[in-house]
């Protein structure tokens, strides 16, 4: 008896395993109507949802994000702004107080819930700050749908950030995270993240979305645009189809997180095809301020042409530009950017690390709440990539000034580390060095230690398998160790759960008759392999590269140049002696890593002039 309950007990056990170790995504479908009020900036809205759970688990509850309700005083989006002073978000505050405690009441943000039905009946929910809570009236059980029905109305609050109505550029309504939206459940359980400013997290959903608003406004949107010729903008022969002065939008979408638009009676809307796809749409306010824009078609083309080719083929018809009138956020196939620009290089930057954010945000939907780095970072990268392509520089390496820039930052002494989640960071400045540098130069430095090829293999070998899906950092690290045959547990749990750093040095060098003897020495708490370069007399440079033990595979080839393997350098060891066949005479300089790509905080002693 007591074997067999062993053997069944083991049998239970090696279940739980595999099913911990399975992978699903839930699926959402929303159609939505909304009927706008646009002279007193709101809005009725109703929706029905239609929502798969594909987990394993059988679910009593659901979540839903009401993001809006963060836009008054006292919200905790306010209590957090106030709470962290001149150390948040400069954009949420003026001299040091929240802007969100002085916002009118008539132009609070509110997304008030008249009810909610589910497959026809009645369910209680319960607010909570942004989160709703909604018990259901039956289970949802695995591999099963379920409908939601609800009814609601909002107010449009006043523009303080991403959301809003009439910004800082005279953009009437912008539209972002604005309806009911429900919650993404995996195998961390409901990513309910109260909003206080940062990112956001949501199951791939399906949309059809129909808007009624003034026949005079002017709709940006992410998606397909279902009747062209009966509203503005979109068709030069388009009869405007009004009812009571009110135009019907009607825009659909399929898989992508969430469905944004922004509406203005000014915009113009200018398109153009990508060879391979997609569909670009500038929408814009047309003047002065705006005349950059005019010149962005060749660049935005070569802008995808380099990201379908280097990172993936991105996955939609269309994509959109929308002037939204506040900074840069990125949704499902567009995004809202400011429209002024001083020149098309600043213009680019903007769009270029928007539109990235729809293959490290969208396409490959990390937890961005949780893991911001993964998202903000992988972005910058690819930003980097891009920008160094369209406007060259006479740099090192497309990273160079971000490694500056880290290395400027860290002698403050106020860095976070990445592994924080999104919203929980204590200084502002942190947080964007946490999540948009680090993450940025986590790239880089895997591409230093493992060779770029590698690096480029890794990234497209992620797309590959994880497009359309939500990958953590683990699935990324997984793919980036089989592609190099190394061991990169270390770095990861350095670079991203500490705030150590990296400083190596050369310690000595000895000049003898027929070599010369470097002593180099790791004044660090981050170790690394190093690539040591000589540049002789004649400008030739020769590389020795210093691999890391712990690495235990060596990097074969790397795109900076050929070089000679040495052998490897424990991590314990704090010095490490290597002999060059080259005397004084030979010699103009000695230095560490000539790619300057690794990211080490102190230079000074990297490189020796031989005179």
């Known amino acids: 008896m007591k074997k067999s309950i062993a053997i069944i007990f083991a049998f239970i056990i090696s279940q739980f395993h595999a099913q911990q170790g399975a992978y699903y995504q839930q699926a959402a479908k929303y159609k939505m109507n909304i009927d706008v009020n646009a002279e007193k900036f709101t809005y009725q809205g109703n929706q029905a949802l239609e929502y798969t759970n594909n987990s394993p688990d059988e679910l009593n509850v659901v979540y839903f994000h009401l993001y809006w309700n963060a836009f008054k005083p006292n919200s905790?989006?306010?209590?957090?702004?106030?709470?962290?002073?001149?150390?948040?978000?400069?954009?949420?505050?003026?001299?040091?107080?929240?802007?969100?405690?002085?916002?009118?009441?008539?132009?609070?943000?509110?997304?008030?819930?008249?009810?909610?039905?589910?497959?026809?009946?009645?369910?209680?929910?319960?607010?909570?700050?942004?989160?709703?809570?909604?018990y259901l009236a039956e289970p949802i059980k695995p591999n099963s749908t379920t409908s939601f029905t609800m009814e609601w109305d909002a107010v449009i609050p006043q523009q303080i950030r991403r959301s809003g109505r009439n910004n800082k550029e005279g953009v009437d309504m912008t539209m972002t995270q604005w309806y009911p939206k429900i919650a993404e459940y995996d195998y961390d359980g409901w990513a309910t993240f109260d909003y206080i400013g940062r990112e956001f997290h949501a199951p791939f959903?399906?949309?059809?979305?129909?808007?009624?608003?003034?026949?005079?406004?002017?709709?940006?949107?992410?998606?397909?645009?279902?009747?062209?010729?009966?509203?503005?903008?979109y068709d030069t022969n388009a009869k405007i189809k009004a009812e009571k002065n009110k135009a019907?939008?009607?825009?659909?979408?399929?898989n992508i997180l969430d469905f944004a638009w922004s509406a203005d009676k000014d915009y113009v809307?200018?398109?153009?095809?990508?060879?391979?796809?997609?569909?670009?749409?500038?929408?814009?306010?047309?003047?002065?301020?705006?005349?950059?824009?005019?010149?962005?078609?060749?660049?935005?083309?070569?802008?995808?042409?380099?990201?379908?080719?280097?990172?993936?083929?991105?996955?939609?018809?269309?994509?959109?530009?929308?002037?939204?009138?506040?900074?840069?956020?990125?949704?499902?196939?567009?995004?809202?950017?400011?429209?002024?620009?001083?020149?098309?290089?600043?213009?680019?930057g903007l769009m270029a690390h928007e539109g990235s954010h729809s293959w490290y945000q969208q396409m490959l939907a990390t937890n961005e709440s949780m893991r911001p780095w993964m998202d903000e970072g992988f972005t910058s990268y690819a930003e980097g990539f891009v920008m160094y392509q369209l406007f060259p520089e006479e740099l090192p390496n497309p990273f160079a000034k971000s490694v500056d820039a880290y290395r400027n930052f860290i002698k403050k002494g106020i860095e976070e580390p990445a592994v924080w989640l999104g919203d929980h960071h204590d200084?502002?400045?942190?947080?964007?060095?946490?999540?948009?540098?680090?993450?940025?130069?986590?790239?880089?430095?895997?591409?230093?230690?493992?060779g770029e090829q590698n690096l480029a293999e890794t990234l497209k070998q992620y797309y590959d398998q994880w497009s359309m899906k939500h990958p953590s950092d683990r699935d990324f690290l997984h793919i980036a160790q089989k592609v190099s045959g190394m061991d990169l547990k270390w770095f990861q749990n350095y670079w991203i759960n500490t705030t150590k750093t990296i400083d190596y040095g050369i310690k000595d060098v000895k000049y003898d008759a027929k070599s010369t003897t470097i002593t180099l020495v790791n004044n660090g708490q981050v170790p690394m392999p190093i690539d040591f370069s000589v540049m002789t007399t004649d400008k030739k440079v020769i590389t020795y590269q210093i691999p890391l033990n712990m690495t235990h595979t060596w990097k074969e080839k790397d795109i900076y140049g050929d070089f000679k393997t040495m052998p490897y350098w424990p991590w314990t060891q704090k010095e490490y002696?290597?002999?060059?066949?080259?005397?004084?005479?030979?010699?103009?300089?000695?230095?560490?890593?000539?790619?300057?790509?690794?990211?080490?905080?102190?230079?000074?002693?990297?490189?020796?002039?031989?005179?």
């Open 205 to 233: 959903s399906d949309f059809d979305v129909t808007i009624k608003i003034n026949k005079d406004y002017v709709i940006g949107a992410g998606g397909i645009l279902e009747n062209p010729t009966e509203v503005k903008g």
């Open 76 to 134: 905790m989006m306010d209590q957090r702004v106030a709470g962290q002073g001149k150390n948040g978000d400069s954009r949420l505050q003026k001299d040091g107080v929240s802007r969100l405690a002085s916002i009118p009441k008539d132009q609070e943000g509110a997304q008030n819930i008249h009810w909610i039905k589910q497959n026809g009946k009645d369910v209680k929910f319960e607010i909570q700050e942004t989160i709703m809570k909604v």
């Open 248 to 254: 019907t939008w009607r825009w659909t979408a399929k």
């Open 577 to 611: 002696t290597l002999i060059v066949p080259y005397t004084k005479s030979q010699l103009s300089v000695l230095g560490i890593d000539f790619s300057q790509r690794m990211a080490d905080v102190n230079t000074e002693d990297n490189f020796v002039e031989v005179k």
């Open 427 to 450: 200084n502002g400045t942190a947080y964007t060095y946490a999540s948009y540098v680090k993450g940025e130069l986590y790239l880089v430095q895997l591409g230093y230690i493992m």
């Open 269 to 348: 809307v200018k398109s153009f095809d990508i060879p391979q796809g997609p569909k670009v749409f500038l929408v814009y306010q047309n003047n002065d301020k705006t005349k950059v824009w005019e010149e962005a078609q060749p660049y935005v083309t070569k802008y995808f042409q380099i990201m379908n080719s280097h990172f993936g083929k991105y996955a939609y018809p269309t994509y959109a530009f929308i002037q939204g009138g506040d900074g840069g956020m990125e949704y499902g196939m567009c995004t809202m950017i400011l429209g002024e620009a001083k020149d098309i290089e600043g213009l680019m």
